[in-house]
C-alpha cells in the first residue's frame, strides 16, 4: 500500500505539472488488448521498433482497442495533453524475449510501466530463470528511467497451465518478490480481479474470453485497479454533495434490480450515489423507521444490472450490501 500512495503521488505531480511526460508501457498480448472489442493492428500503425535480431516491424495495435491500456491512453490524451504513452505490447513476448532486446531498442526513459511474465511460463528455463530474465530487464530499464512501475500479470484459468513450465500462480509470486528485492513500485491486474470476484460474485469465466486473456469486463477491472493505484480517477466520477440528484430510489424494490430505463441514466462501470428521504424510502429500503440514507450503486455489467449495493442509514453504523447474483436480498 506504501508503495502505491508514493506512486500515486508521483504520477499526479508529474503529470499535473503540465510539463512534457512520456510513459511507455511494455507488455504482450494482454497489454496489446488482444480478444477485446476494437482491437487491430492496422498495417500502417504506429510502429513500435524493428526487432534487432530478425528484423520484423512491430506496430501497436489500434486506439480503438478496449484493454486497459487503449483506456489509459484516452484518459491521459482528453485529460492532461502534455503527457505522451507508448503502448509497447507484442503478442507472444516474454520477460526473456524482451530482455533479449531491450538494450537495442530504448534509452533514456521517462516512466515505464512493465505487464510481463504470462507467456514465460513456456520457458524452458522454469521458475529460477524466469526470475533471472526478469531481474536483469527491471534492472536495465530502472537503469534508464525516472520511473518503473511492475504489474503483477492477471489470473489464467488452470485449464491454461496445462503444457506449461509453470503456472500463472508462481508468475505472480515471482513478479511480486523481485519487485519488491528491487524496491520498485508495484500493482496488482492478480490481486484487482480476484478482489473484484469476491466482492461481486461474478464468476471468473465472465472476465475472460479464453483461459488466459481478459474480455471487455476483465480489462475494465484491470483498468479500474490502475486508476486507484495510480489516483487516476474520471472527473465525471466525482459526486458534489450539493448537487446531488434528489430522487426517489426507485432501483430497490424489494428483490429487485435497476429499472428497464436505467442505461439511460446509469453508464457501466461506474459508481453512482443517490440520497435517499425518509418521505421517498420505498419498502425496498432496509431498515426500519425513518430510513433516509445514502444508496451507493456500484454498477460492473455492460448490461442491466449491477455489481453489488450498499444502504448506508442516516445516523446509524449501519451499512447494508446486496449483489446481483443473490436475488437482491439485503444482509446488513
Do not use: C
Not at 500500500?1 to 511494455?26: D, F, T, W
Not at 507484442?90 to 520477460?95: A, D, F, M, R, V
Not at 528511467?145 to 484459468?157: K, R
Request: aromatic letters at 10%; a negative charge; charged letters at 20%.
Amino acid at each position: 500500500m506504501a508503495q502505491n500512495e508514493y506512486l500515486g503521488e508521483y504520477i499526479n505531480r508529474r503529470i499535473y505539472s503540465g510539463e512534457p511526460v512520456k510513459i511507455k508501457l511494455i507488455g504482450d498480448s494482454k497489454l496489446a488488448g488482444l480478444k477485446t472489442t476494437g482491437y487491430e493492428i492496422p498495417v500502417n500503425g504506429t510502429v513500435i521498433f524493428t526487432d534487432p535480431i530478425n528484423g520484423t516491424v512491430h506496430r501497436e495495435s489500434s486506439i480503438n482497442g478496449n484493454g486497459w491500456a487503449h483506456r489509459f491512453e484516452r484518459y491521459l490524451n482528453t485529460n492532461f495533453p502534455s503527457v505522451s504513452v507508448d503502448r509497447w505490447g507484442i503478442g507472444g513476448t516474454s520477460t526473456k524475449w524482451w530482455n533479449e532486446r531491450i538494450r537495442s531498442v530504448t534509452a533514456n526513459e521517462d516512466i515505464v510501466i512493465v505487464d510481463l511474465g504470462t507467456n514465460d511460463r513456456y520457458e524452458v528455463t522454469g521458475v529460477e530463470g524466469f526470475r533471472s530474465d526478469l531481474t536483469d530487464f527491471l534492472d536495465y530499464t530502472k537503469s534508464i528511467s525516472n520511473q518503473v512501475i511492475v504489474m503483477v500479470p492477471s489470473p489464467a484459468t488452470s485449464e491454461s497451465d496445462i503444457g506449461k513450465v509453470f503456472p500463472q500462480k508462481e508468475v505472480s509470486r515471482i513478479v511480486r518478490e523481485v519487485a519488491v528485492e528491487m524496491g520498485l513500485p508495484l500493482t496488482s491486474n492478480y490481486d484487482n480481479i480476484m478482489d473484484y470476484i469476491y466482492k461481486t460474485r461474478v464468476p471468473f469465466s465472465e472476465l475472460m474470453a479464453d483461459g488466459t486473456h481478459p474480455n471487455d469486463l476483465g480489462q475494465d477491472v484491470i483498468w479500474r485497479g490502475v486508476q486507484s493505484a495510480l489516483t487516476l480517477f474520471d472527473f465525471d466520477d466525482f459526486v458534489n454533495v450539493d448537487s446531488l440528484d434528489r430522487r426517489v430510489v426507485h432501483n430497490a424494490e424489494p428483490n429487485g434490480y435497476v429499472p428497464a430505463d436505467s442505461p439511460n441514466k446509469f453508464k457501466p462501470g461506474r459508481i453512482y450515489i443517490n440520497l435517499v428521504y425518509g418521505s421517498s424510502a420505498t419498502s425496498g429500503i432496509p431498515g426500519t423507521g425513518v430510513r433516509s440514507g445514502v444508496m451507493v450503486t456500484n454498477f460492473v455489467h455492460h448490461q442491466d444490472g449491477f455489481g453489488y449495493q450498499e444502504y448506508h442509514l442516516h445516523n446509524k453504523n449501519i451499512v447494508y450490501r446486496r449483489y446481483n447474483t443473490l436475488d437482491g436480498e439485503w444482509s446488513a
